[in-house]
């Protein structure tokens, strides 16, 4: 197996699931995505699928499908939130530099009335 075919496959593991142990998911080559749209089902096709017997099979494919799905839901979610911990580390920043500065000022005010007192 050639490595640069592994770069566009993701292996997942560890699913809290009795059926599923992993999933390989391999990538599109060249992709790039500009907007992240998310992609629906159409109502007709679910309609001619209820309308045969569920077999065995068709609840594994709905199990890893679901599976895919909270993996990529939790990653979106961590990125979400790392996006939201960088913001506030920069209110944090500013907000440590103003106080530092007031404390400063408050300082020399003070040394001033004193020295001025006396």
């Not at 999933?23 to 998310?38: H, P, R, V």
């Not at 309308?51 to 990653?75: F, H, P």
């Amino acid at each position: 197996m050639e490595t640069s075919n592994l770069k566009n496959m993701l292996v997942l593991k560890n699913f809290p699931s009795n059926i599923v142990e992993e999933a390989i998911i391999i990538l599109k080559q060249g992709s790039k995505i500009k907007n992240i749209q998310k992609i629906q089902k159409i109502e007709g096709a679910k309609n001619d699928k209820s309308k045969k017997k569920v077999k065995e099979k068709d609840y594994i494919v709905k199990e890893a499908e679901m599976l895919v799905n909270q993996y990529i839901s939790r990653m979106e979610k961590q990125q979400k939130e790392k996006q939201e911990n960088q913001k506030f580390q920069k209110k944090y920043f500013k907000l440590k530099k103003f106080t530092f500065l007031i404390s400063i000022l408050a300082l020399l005010e003070l040394i001033t009335l004193i020295l001025f007192a006396i």
